[in-house]
């Protein structure tokens, strides 16, 4: 089995897996009891904390745990915005794009539908090859901005924003910022403190950590506001027993990420160049999202369009085969809707249902691109033809039942 599919999950490395399990023997106590056991198990949280830390360029107290980035998303923006009704009072009005994740559109969608005529939402204008502009975000802010929401790296396209500049702007307004830094982590380099936002979110099982477990980043003087009531975990902001060993594999993954960072980039960026020349070889082929310089787009990242050939059995075809790929987010995959991302480049509901989302891991190799090039351009050459034998029997069949036009 080949396995491209990294942008939706990435396996476990073998050293989380063995941290993982040694942790669930070793730390048997609940983090918050005071007694020996409990003690040992909230070492192990705080030490797990420090490299999740050390990997965002953060302060251990700033790393808030989660069930993944969906929880994080949700009580990032959500948690932010409930403080934000405190503390900036009059202030009702979001901006975003129309890149983010599901996680981040449901967030938002669950603030201003809960909430009717209390919150307005500004969402971007998106450039052909999925720019956002300074100039636009400057335009939407106002006085009474009181969140931005907009993505390091997108899950899909791969293209990574200048969020920095976009922290500026809102900043200047008074308005906070966060950023779902879920595909940037481990791939590119990260310093949350130097990047100006007020909240980030990233989660373990994009860096080779287990699933189930995530962090928000929260600066230190934020109002962060807990979605949910019951206890004093994680400084009040997200109540629950902490996932002890789930936490520890966490670390571990962010501690292996941070130390190889350098190496995976330059690893990942030769596989990503290797894929883009053989993508040319299939004809028709469009790479999408492609930034004009290697910082702007994720280095194991590629969306490409088959003209005439459904992303959804093109990928079909690559599984009969042993090779595992995506048509999107993992998070919206069994939907038969076009990609809200795709769409919003301006590819229209056909062109959008043709992507085709090859995401690269640690996993990764260069017989594993070699092996996609062998039975790539057959299988879109087949779905070529089965769609083009399909949509003429479609015609010729309606031409029928509905007789000649006189």
Not at 118 to 128: A, I, K, M, Q
Not at 248 to 263: I, K, M, P, T
Not at 309 to 322: H, K, N, R, T
Request: proline fraction near 6%; aromatic fraction near 4%; include cysteine.
């Amino acid at each position: 089995m080949i396995y491209l599919d990294h942008n939706a999950t990435t396996p476990v490395r073998p050293e989380v897996a063995e941290a993982i399990g040694r942790a669930t023997l070793e730390y048997p106590g609940n983090p918050s009891s005071v007694h020996a056991w409990g003690r040992r198990a909230r070492d192990a949280v705080e030490q797990a904390r420090a490299q999740v830390a050390e990997l965002l360029g953060a302060m251990p107290e700033e790393v808030v745990f989660t069930s993944g980035g969906t929880e994080g998303d949700n009580l990032a923006i959500r948690g932010l915005c409930l403080g934000a009704s405190v503390r900036l009072g009059k202030r009702n009005h979001l901006v975003t794009s129309p890149l983010e994740h599901p996680a981040v559109a449901g967030a938002l969608e669950a603030i201003t539908q809960g909430q009717p005529g209390r919150w307005t939402l500004t969402t971007l204008p998106v450039g052909p090859n999925g720019a956002l502009e300074l100039v636009d975000l400057a335009s939407a802010l106002r006085d009474e901005t009181a969140l931005v929401t907009l993505a390091l790296a997108n899950h899909e396209i791969g293209t990574v924003y200048p969020v920095a500049r976009f922290a500026e702007l809102a900043r200047a307004r008074g308005a906070l910022i966060h950023t779902d830094a879920v595909q940037a982590a481990g791939k590119i380099p990260l310093d949350l403190s130097a990047l100006g936002v007020d909240a980030a979110t990233i989660s373990a099982h994009k860096i080779g950590g287990p699933k189930g477990v995530g962090a928000v980043f929260v600066r230190r003087g934020v109002d962060l506001q807990p979605l949910v009531a019951g206890g004093h975990q994680e400084r009040e902001r997200r109540p629950g027993t902490e996932n002890v060993a789930g936490i520890v594999g966490f670390g571990v993954a962010c501690s292996l990420a941070h130390r190889r960072l350098r190496d995976t980039n330059q690893h990942f960026e030769r596989l990503r160049q290797e894929l883009v020349v053989m993508l040319g070889r299939v004809p028709g082929a469009r790479v999408l999202g492609a930034g004009e310089s290697r910082a702007e787009r994720l280095p194991n990242t590629v969306t490409v369009l088959f003209p005439g050939a459904p992303g959804q059995l093109v990928a079909i075809g690559l599984d009969l085969d042993g090779i595992c790929v995506s048509t999107g987010a993992a998070c919206t995959s069994g939907s038969l809707r076009p990609s809200p991302v795709l769409r919003a480049l301006g590819l229209d509901p056909t062109q959008a249902s043709e992507g085709v989302r090859i995401s690269l891991g640690w996993t990764t190799t260069s017989e594993d691109i070699d092996a996609l090039g062998q039975v790539l351009p057959e299988i879109v050459a087949r779905v070529r033809a089965a769609t083009t034998t399909t949509a003429t029997a479609t015609a010729t069949a309606t031409t029928t039942m509905e007789g000649p036009a006189w």
